[in-house]
């Protein structure tokens, strides 16, 4: 059975910096792309960046395009999320998602998922 899990999440004030990790246990990662998700109270969950399962393949939203990147260090089962510049609107829980083959960087692409880890930006 496929198991996410995701850590790195907490509370930082406007302009921290905070790096989220995505691991497996179950299956290695190497074959799978990642993406990166986040929901905030109210709202729609949303993409954020994916990574295709070579690492070859980047993309982000362009709500965050320059302050996260998404990286991916496969001999730790392990994708990375590191996130700077954070802003009070960035406040959610955010998500890392497993496909083999997404057909696009979107939430109905991705079939295994993690069970979250918020972070909250506040002064």
């Known amino acids: 059975q496929l198991r996410i899990v995701e850590s790195g999440g907490g509370s930082v004030q406007p302009g921290g910096s905070l790096r989220l990790s995505c691991a497996a246990s179950?299956?290695?990662?190497?074959?799978?792309?990642i993406g990166w998700f986040r929901q905030a109270p109210g709202k729609e969950r949303e993409g954020l960046s994916c990574?295709?399962?070579?690492?070859?393949?980047?993309n982000y939203v362009d709500s965050v395009k320059g302050r996260f990147t998404i990286s991916r260090d496969n001999a730790k089962n392990t994708v990375y999320l590191q996130m700077n510049s954070l802003k009070p609107e960035d406040t959610a829980v955010y998500y890392c998602?497993?496909?083999?083959?997404?057909?696009?960087?979107?939430?109905?692409?991705?079939?295994?998922w993690g069970q979250g880890t918020q972070v909250t930006v506040s002064s």
């Open positions: 998602a497993a496909e083999l083959f997404p057909s696009n960087c979107q939430e109905r692409s991705f079939g295994s």
């Open positions: 179950g299956f290695t990662l190497d074959y799978y792309d």
């Open positions: 990574i295709s399962s070579s690492g070859g393949r980047v």
